[in-house]
């Protein structure tokens, strides 16, 4: 059994920053990537953050500079740490696991900006 779960999300004013947390555990040794999802109201299911190993990350313009995905892979866990929120980045946040026992998606956590 595999679990992976999020931490970390809350209201938070435009400008502010949060620090979201995975943790995937069960029988898992190895974790080969790590993302980010969200999805807002009304809207499909974005990528917003990837990790593969230090160093190769992914992400789109709209969170270029201002979100930084990292992994801790001896702990089967990673973070996003978000800056400079907008208004725009208010979502639920999905962290998604690809490792030796198959691709696990978290249960999500909310992120809300606003003022």
């Known amino acids: 059994q595999v679990q992976v779960a999020e931490s970390g999300g809350g209201l938070v004013q435009p400008g502010g920053s949060l620090r979201l947390t995975c943790v995937a555990s069960?029988?898992?040794?190895?974790?080969?990537?790590m993302s980010w999802y969200r999805r807002a109201p009304g809207k499909e299911r974005e990528l917003v953050a990837n990790?593969?190993?230090?160093?190769?990350?992914f992400y789109p313009d709209s969170v270029k500079g201002r979100f930084t995905i990292s992994r801790d892979s001896t702990e089967n866990t990673g973070s996003l740490q978000m800056n400079s929120l907008k208004l725009e980045d208010t979502a639920v946040y999905y962290c998604?696991?690809?490792?030796?026992?198959?691709?696990?998606w978290g249960q999500g956590t909310q992120v809300t900006v606003s003022s």
């Open positions: 990790i593969q190993s230090p160093g190769n990350t």
């Open positions: 069960g029988s898992i040794f190895s974790i080969y990537a």
């Open positions: 998604y696991v690809v490792s030796d026992r198959g691709h696990y």
